[in-house]
């Protein structure tokens, strides 16, 4: 089992940053690439990004790019997700998930998942 527990959302004007964490416990080993979605009220949950567990090769779906920079540090078992030039669409719950096999944007492809960090932008 992996246990994941996010920090960091919050509530910030348009055009500011926040930067979200997700620390991850337990069987760390097996996690092969650390992703973020977000849900909004209403919609489905959507991919944000993600990141290859060991080693790099971070990608984006295309409304973040240029915005959004996914990052890990492997000593401490941390992904983080540092959000900048934020838009009230941004708006939703943001999650922090792990999957064990490939690289995927499928949110059901993802093993393990945290509880979820509200990230409010005003406009």
């Known amino acids: 089992q992996v246990q994941l527990v996010e920090s960091g959302g919050g509530l910030v004007q348009a055009g500011g940053s926040l930067r979200l964490s997700c620390a991850a416990s337990?069987?760390?080993?097996?996690?092969?690439?650390m992703g973020w979605f977000r849900q909004a009220p209403g919609k489905e949950r959507e991919f944000v990004a993600a990141?290859?567990?060991?080693?790099?090769?971070?990608y984006y779906t295309d409304s973040v790019k240029g915005r959004f920079t996914i990052s890990r540090d492997n000593a401490k078992n941390t992904v983080s997700l540092q959000m900048n030039s934020l838009k009230p669409e941004d708006t939703a719950v943001y999650y922090c998930?792990?999957?064990?096999?490939?690289?995927?944007?499928?949110?059901?492809?993802?093993?393990?998942w945290g509880q979820g960090t509200q990230v409010t932008v005003s406009s």
């Open positions: 990141i290859k567990w060991p080693g790099v090769s971070p």
């Open positions: 998930a792990a999957n064990t096999a490939y690289r995927s944007v499928l949110s059901h492809e993802y093993d393990y």
């Open positions: 337990g069987r760390t080993f097996s996690i092969y690439l």
